[in-house]
């Protein structure tokens, strides 16, 4: 199995930082795709940053310049750094990646649990 664990969620004022951390373990033969999506509060789940293996990345336009979006892939980690947070950020944040459990295998998704972030003074 595949888990995806994330980390650094929390309360930040507006205009403040946090560093999201997402980890994946388990049996991994190789990650294509790897990103960041919300589900802010009554609406539906969003695509926020995505980062493939060779370092490009794409963001939707709300965060770009804000956020930044980063991944190791020796460690299977992917980050998202995000900075100048406001409101309308406030959120419940999934990691994604795109895994092959083995070379017999096609990618599929895997989801963390997901970790809140709320923005508010």
């Known amino acids: 199995q595949v888990q995806l664990v994330e980390s650094g969620g929390g309360l930040v004022q507006p205009g403040g930082s946090l560093r999201l951390n997402c980890a994946a373990s388990g049996r991994i033969f190789s990650i294509d795709h790897m990103g960041w999506y919300r589900q802010p509060p009554g609406k539906q789940r969003e695509l926020v940053a995505t980062?493939?293996?060779?370092?490009?990345?794409n963001y939707t336009d709300s965060v770009k310049d804000r956020f930044t979006i980063s991944r190791d892939n020796a460690k299977n980690t992917v980050a998202l750094q995000m900075n100048s947070l406001r409101p309308e950020d406030t959120a419940v944040y999934y990691c994604n990646a795109e895994v092959r459990r083995s070379r017999f295998n096609t990618y599929r998704d895997y989801w963390g649990q997901g970790t809140q972030v709320t923005v508010s003074s």
């Open positions: 980062i493939t293996t060779s370092g490009r990345a």
